[in-house]
């Protein structure tokens, strides 16, 4: 993998780096230790294999070539992260040559596809430094599980090959990662799952051309296997053009979302920042992949009953809601679920976005639904949805602190929240990374600073039957 974007929808099972211009004295500090563990463990691997004989240096003069093509094939994919299949050769080379050989081949590669994308050595040195770390410790795991190079013997060891190739993968992902979170200021652990997410499929159709890519070489030589640029070449316009298709819809929702909040100050942002936080809840909760997804689709997308005209008034006018105009505003829910409704691909999420204002207690709405009633979806929503509006501007204060906000979700906890979410959204490892996602969200998706008081979905103090527009 490279560093290119937060997005791995389809996942190319490598990835490289692209920082940003402002490069740390920390980046620097773990560029420099992955360096030197790179290092370590490279003279460890090639101390400890066989010395290369002139079918191995065959065999890595070949795939070096193939490794090039491979990196100047990348894509962006935005948020540092940079789309590749050099996978494909590395690992091939790797199960045909476990040795030093294979070693070379990588560096080699790696080396001239950095001076041919011209960048910068700090960027270069990481790249370069963990996919070789990742081939390295590959190939000690092939060997362990017993692989033997393909040039010499007839048949792979199946169960090696999947121990070299989750092994690269796993480490790939791992030390990305890492830089990631510090690039980014984010946890670990949310790089990792955005690293990962929609990707398992992808790997798992990916593990089968790696053996062919290798297992035609072995067989049919060098010659023959030259053929294989071009389905590599297809490989990638594959992972590339269903990355860009996934992309064009997340900027579709985007755009909607930013139509809807252009008709109210306050929420700018605010759309966005609920979808991170309920996906950080969500993932707190242990939810699958899919799960998480689908709770962040809904969360984007559960104030999208306000585009309807009779609640533009309501929104722009400086004061609180009367009764009358309360009733009237606490349709959208509803109106947003039936939009919502309308798009065959968001048939799961419709409950979510319906019930995302109905309370513990059950004095929520539409359908005052009570208790475990409520679709998990909608009560992590409501948490999200609520730490927003106590954490951002309004005309008559300025943004609550986490302390505060602590505090308030505890007094409403078995009241107005699901008191076994915030058991776990509150407890001290979790909160603090939910501040951490609190915090960013803010520098990238920033409020308006001319809020409007009706929109707040902040917990009244004195009573839980009036709250304001939103």
């Known amino acids: 993998m490279g560093l290119?974007?937060?997005?791995?929808?389809?996942?190319?099972?490598?990835?490289?780096?692209?920082?940003?211009?402002?490069?740390?004295?920390?980046?620097?500090?773990?560029?420099?230790?992955?360096?030197?563990?790179?290092?370590?463990?490279?003279?460890?691997?090639?101390?400890?294999?066989?010395?290369?004989?002139?079918?191995?240096?065959?065999?890595?003069?070949?795939?070096?070539?193939?490794?090039?093509?491979?990196?100047?094939?990348?894509?962006?994919?935005?948020?540092?992260?940079?789309?590749?299949?050099?996978?494909?050769?590395?690992?091939?080379?790797?199960?045909?040559?476990?040795?030093?050989?294979?070693?070379?081949?990588?560096?080699?590669?790696?080396?001239?596809g950095e001076l041919l994308n011209r960048r910068e050595p700090i960027k270069a040195l990481f790249n370069i430094s963990m996919h070789l770390l990742a081939i390295a410790l590959a190939m000690t795991a092939y060997l362990v599980f017993g692989g033997a190079s393909l040039l010499e013997t007839p048949w792979p060891q199946i169960p090696a090959f999947v121990a070299m190739f989750l092994t690269y993968m796993l480490v790939n992902r791992a030390v990305v990662g890492g830089i990631l979170s510090i690039v980014n200021r984010?946890?670990?652990?949310?790089?990792?799952?955005?690293?990962?997410?929609?990707?398992?499929?992808?790997?798992?159709?990916?593990?089968?051309?790696?053996?062919?890519?290798?297992?035609?070489?072995?067989?049919?030589?060098?010659?023959?296997?030259?053929l294989l640029a071009l389905p590599m070449i297809g490989v990638r316009q594959l992972y590339k053009a269903?990355?860009?298709?996934?992309?064009?819809?997340?900027?579709?929702?985007?755009?909607?979302?930013?139509?809807?909040?252009?008709?109210?100050p306050y929420t700018s942002g605010h759309s966005q920042r609920v979808s991170r936080y309920s996906r950080v809840i969500a993932r707190m909760l242990g939810l699958g992949s899919r799960q998480v997804e689908e709770i962040g689709t809904a969360a984007l997308l559960h104030d999208v009953g306000k585009i309807h005209e009779e609640f533009a008034p309501l929104l722009r006018q400086p004061r609180k809601l009367s009764p009358a105009e309360y009733i009237v505003m606490q349709t959208h829910s509803a109106k947003g679920a039936l939009l919502v409704s309308k798009v065959s691909q968001f048939k799961a999420i419709v409950p979510a976005v319906r019930g995302h204002h109905e309370s513990w207690s059950g004095r929520g709405y539409p359908d005052a639904?009570?208790?475990?009633?409520?679709?998990?979806?909608?009560?992590?929503?409501?948490?999200?949805?609520?730490?927003?509006?106590?954490?951002?501007?309004?005309?008559?204060?300025?943004?609550?602190?986490?302390?505060?906000?602590?505090?308030?979700?505890?007094?409403?906890?078995?009241?107005?929240?699901?008191?076994?979410?915030?058991?776990v959204v509150l407890s001290a490892e979790h909160w603090r990374e939910l501040s951490l996602e609190v915090e960013?969200?803010?520098?990238?998706?920033?409020?308006?600073?001319?809020?409007?008081?009706?929109?707040?979905?902040?917990i009244p103090r004195h009573s839980m039957q009036f709250p304001t527009a939103s």
């Open 4 to 112: 290119g974007d937060g997005k791995w929808g389809t996942g190319s099972p490598s990835l490289c780096i692209m920082m940003s211009n402002s490069i740390t004295r920390r980046t620097q500090l773990y560029v420099l230790a992955v360096s030197a563990v790179t290092l370590a463990v490279t003279i460890a691997v090639v101390r400890g294999t066989k010395m290369w004989d002139r079918h191995d240096a065959e065999a890595a003069a070949f795939f070096f070539f193939f490794g090039v093509l491979a990196q100047l094939l990348g894509y962006k994919r935005g948020h540092g992260r940079v789309g590749t299949i050099a996978f494909l050769p590395y690992l091939s080379v790797t199960a045909l040559s476990p040795n030093g050989a294979a070693l070379a081949s990588v560096v080699g590669s790696l080396c001239v």
């Open 186 to 226: 984010t946890a670990i652990r949310r790089e990792l799952y955005v690293a990962t997410r929609g990707t398992v499929i992808n790997d798992i159709l990916a593990l089968p051309l790696v053996l062919v890519f290798a297992l035609m070489y072995a067989r049919l030589g060098s010659g023959w296997s030259a």
């Open 242 to 264: 269903v990355f860009e298709l996934e992309q064009i819809n997340e900027e579709l929702l985007q755009l909607m979302v930013a139509a809807i909040e252009a008709r109210d």
């Open 369 to 423: 639904l009570a208790g475990d009633e409520i679709p998990l979806g909608s009560r992590i929503i409501t948490i999200a949805d609520t730490i927003d509006a106590m954490t951002t501007v309004r005309p008559y204060r300025p943004p609550r602190t986490l302390d505060e906000v602590l505090a308030e979700l505890r007094r409403v906890a078995g009241v107005q929240f699901d008191p076994r979410i915030c058991a």
């Open 440 to 458: 960013i969200a803010a520098r990238e998706f920033p409020a308006d600073q001319t809020a409007s008081v009706l929109a707040s979905d902040e």
